[in-house]
């Protein structure tokens, strides 16, 4: 029996995945709370014939919504709007996510915490840095959501190489993303050798990473103003908290998808920080799971790190290291 709440529920993203989650076969409860509509999403919801029974929580419900939840996804706040970047997204959304995360120290502690709220790479040092004010913190159990970057290097990379050829299912082995979750942050790490030199050799590569590292622009001027990616998003964090579930009921991953956390406090963290030549505190790698909890943070594809994507990797943990600063910078200030 498993209960997964979702914060946000009736937003953009919120929505979709949680009937993605509706649909899952490890969900025996769905929490869905939002400040507005949760309960008309639920009873909608609740009409989908799988087994998951649909509860919906408004504005005042947040510790019924989250009491015995062994998974919390966090999509609530505000998205981009044309010209804004997810760093101006951090007042609003940072306040969100360290409210939302003490509410989860106090009713659910052990609940595995998914971030999906933007800008990643600051929310998730807002979330755990409340969770250790609050004597909480179990770092294996805190995970920023970078999976979309993932599913956008597959897509894009088969759109590059020919998709007749080069299938976007087939993709998933080729390639990861490594970093953090926002423009030159995001570094694809293309591990299929063969196919990192066809997009060297065909003068593709540089517009493959910028369309990986600012493909939200795309989707974001593509909806005038009405917010950011909300379906893909759906979907991507579905295959994240998949992941997460499948661990939980001892079922094998499909694939170690990365995620965003903190390397100091897992194992594997330090050895990674050592191959990366630097002490950046947050960082999004693959994982290795044991019930839901990230237990292992690997570094085996830093052995197919090219000189190019090396670089890539020095400017994104300068860039990491200051959006980690201002998110400890926020709990700090509000003691
Ligand atoms: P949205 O505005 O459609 O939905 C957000 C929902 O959060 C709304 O229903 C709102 O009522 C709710 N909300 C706001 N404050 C809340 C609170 N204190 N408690 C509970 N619910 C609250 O926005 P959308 O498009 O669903 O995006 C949500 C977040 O996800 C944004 O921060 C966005 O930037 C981020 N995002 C993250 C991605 C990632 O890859 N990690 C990708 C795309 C968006």
């Known amino acids: ?47 989908v014939n799988t087994n998951a ?13 989250l009491m015995g939840a062994q998974v919390v996804v966090i999509p609530a706040g505000v998205p981009r709007k ?16 360290a409210q ?14 998914l971030v999906i709220s933007n800008p990643v790479n600051s929310t998730v040092p807002v979330a755990c840095e409340t969770l250790r004010r609050l004597g909480k913190f179990q770092p294996g159990r805190v995970m920023g959501v970078t999976t979309l970057d993932v599913v956008r290097a597959q897509t894009f990379l088969s759109d590059a190489l020919g998709p007749q050829q080069y299938s976007r299912e087939s993709m998933k082995k080729h ?12 570094v694809p790490v293309i591990l299929n050798p063969t196919l990192a030199q066809k997009l060297v050799h065909r003068k593709l590569w540089d517009a493959y990473v910028q369309r990986v590292q600012f493909g939200g622009d795309e989707v974001v001027q593509a909806k005038q103003g009405a917010g950011s990616a909300t379906l893909s998003m759906a979907l991507a964090g579905y295959y994240f908290a998949e992941q997460v579930l499948r661990s939980i009921h001892h079922e094998a991953p499909d694939a170690l998808l990365p995620c965003y956390v903190y390397l100091p406090g897992l194992p594997g963290g330090r050895e990674l920080q050592a191959r ?25 594809w830093t052995e197919k790190v090219t000189p190019q994507e090396r670089k890539m990797l020095d400017v994104c943990v300068q860039e990491l290291d200051a959006n980690v600063r201002k998110g400890k910078r926020f709990v700090q200030s509000k003691l």
Do not use: W
């Open 1 to 47: 029996m498993t209960k997964v709440t979702v914060l946000g529920a009736a937003g953009g993203i919120g929505q979709p995945l949680s009937l993605l989650l509706k649909m899952c076969p490890f969900v025996s409860t769905l929490a869905l709370y939002d400040l507005r509509l949760a309960a008309g999403v639920a009873r909608d919801l609740s009409h």
């Open 175 to 186: 390639v990861t993303v490594v970093g953090g979750h926002s423009g030159t942050t995001i």
């Open 100 to 113: 939302l995360v003490a509410a989860c120290a106090e009713h659910c502690p052990n609940a595995r915490i």
């Open 53 to 65: 029974h649909c509860i919906g929580y408004g504005k005042d419900e947040l510790p019924d919504a």
């Open 82 to 97: 044309p010209g804004m970047t997810r760093d101006d997204l951090f007042r609003v959304n940072a306040g969100i996510v």
């Open 276 to 300: 990366l030549g630097t002490q950046v505190e947050y960082f999004a790698a693959p994982v290795r799971m044991d019930r839901g909890v990230v237990v292992h943070v690997e570094s085996e």
